[in-house]
Every structure is written in structure tokens, then in C-alpha cells.
């Protein structure tokens, strides 16, 4: 079983500021791992897949990089609406398993 | 636009059954692999179960095998996840998810319904 690491549990910022958060995997995903963003009361929205590839209508001030068991979710100026939990997800090989990570909180400082 | 809505959520003692639904529109739902994740309070969410574009594959998180089922109908454009000897442990929102591919086939969730409760106690 894949399991992925996500630190820091709780990262507070404020608007305008730049957040890195970070996703390790305990074997190599290659490029293969996605970043949702999950709001209270609505559901989780798929941001980044393969590691750096912004999903349909994601702002460019989101980006991910990383490959092997290093991953990084940036956002280079966080606005109001950006804070929220971000969870790291992957599928192993076969038989196709998902995990996710157990999430950042990113919270107003 | 895509749009997945669950219903048959609800409050069921331990042991009981029940029978969740995901109906789809905006998008060829016989084309796409489907999933249920869950979330239960407090917690990160969890993959369930997963069904192949045409139902010939089904794949469970171990947390669930054997007492959970996956199905779909492709003329109702509906995803089902029939549960049986609930457990307090399997309280939790239940989304549908919408599969999509890249390296592996369906390897994300791209799309997610507003989810279903479901509370397992006595």
C-alpha cells in the first residue's frame, strides 16, 4: 500500500502571501499524483494532475511540480477563496487502489 | 456542464443495508470509469470502489470488500453502491466521482457529486 505524507498539517498565511505545500509518497508514483482543494460544505475539486498539469478552469496561480516521492503544491498569492484543505491523491499500478494524503490545512493568519 | 447528484444517504442501524444512488448528466456517462469516496467526519477522504466505463471491472478498498457492491446502468445513466453489514466505522459522506486517465487508466476524480450522509448507528 502507497502511503502519502502531507506536511505541514496546518500552514497559516495571509492573503497575498505564497503557500508551499508539500506530498511525499512511500514509493515512486513516477508523475502520477493529483491536489484537490476541499471547502467546508462542498466537494473536494480536482486542481492538479500529473503532478503539474492545471485541471479545466484552475488559475494559474496554482501550480505543482515534483516527481518520484516528492511532490509540491505552490500558490503563488493567495487570495480570500484559496483557504481551505488540500489533499494529495494517488492510484497504485494493479489492482488499482487510490489513496490520499491526510490533507493541509490552509488557514487565514 | 457535468453533474452528479447521490441520494439514498440516511440514519441505519449497524448491520442493516442500504442502497446508494449517483445520477449523471452533462457528459457520456457510458464513456467514463466511476467511483465512490467517502469521508467520514474529521477524517481525509477515502476511495471505496471503483467500475469500469462498462461495468466489466470492479475494484474495492479492502475496508469494504465483501460487503459493498458497485454496479451501474448505462441506459439510466446511474451509478449504484448497494451496502450491506454496516459497520459505525463506514459513517461518512459518500461522494460519486467521475474517473479520469493518464498514466493508468482512471488514475483521478475529475468531477464530484455533493455527496450522501450516511450514519451507521443504533
Known amino acids: 500500500e502507497i502511503v502519502l505524507t502531507q506536511s505541514p498539517a496546518t500552514l497559516s498565511l495571509s492573503p497575498g502571501e505564497g503557500a508551499t505545500l508539500s506530498c511525499r509518497a512511500s514509493q515512486n508514483l513516477n508523475r502520477y499524483l493529483a491536489w484537490y482543494q476541499h471547502k467546508p460544505g462542498q466537494s473536494p475539486r480536482l486542481l492538479i494532475y500529473?503532478?503539474?498539469k492545471r485541471a479545466t478552469g484552475i488559475p494559474a496561480r496554482f501550480s505543482g511540480s515534483g516527481s518520484g516521492t516528492d511532490f509540491t503544491l505552490t500558490i503563488s498569492s493567495l487570495e480570500p477563496e484559496d483557504f481551505a484543505v488540500y489533499y494529495c491523491?494517488?492510484?497504485?499500478?494493479?489492482?488499482?487502489?487510490?489513496?490520499f494524503g491526510q490533507g493541509t490545512k490552509l488557514e487565514i493568519k | 456542464q457535468v453533474q452528479l447528484v447521490e441520494s439514498g444517504g440516511g440514519v441505519v442501524q449497524p448491520g442493516r443495508s442500504l442502497r446508494l444512488s449517483c445520477a449523471a448528466s452533462?457528459?457520456?456517462?457510458?464513456?467514463?470509469?466511476m467511483h465512490w469516496v467517502r469521508q467520514a467526519p474529521g477524517k481525509g477522504p477515502e476511495w471505496v470502489a471503483v467500475i469500469w466505463y462498462d461495468g466489466s471491472n470492479t475494484f474495492y478498498a479492502d475496508s469494504v470488500k465483501g460487503r459493498f457492491t458497485i454496479s451501474r446502468d448505462n441506459f439510466k445513466n446511474t451509478l449504484y453502491m448497494q451496502m450491506n453489514n454496516l459497520r459505525a466505522e463506514d459513517t461518512a459522506v459518500y461522494y460519486c466521482a467521475r474517473g479520469i486517465s493518464s498514466g493508468h487508466y482512471l488514475d483521478y476524480f475529475d468531477s464530484w457529486g455533493q455527496g450522501t450522509l450516511v450514519t451507521v448507528s443504533s
Open positions: 500529473d503532478a503539474s
Open positions: 491523491q494517488q492510484r497504485s499500478n494493479w489492482p488499482p487502489m487510490y489513496s
Open positions: 452533462g457528459f457520456t456517462f457510458s464513456s467514463h470509469g
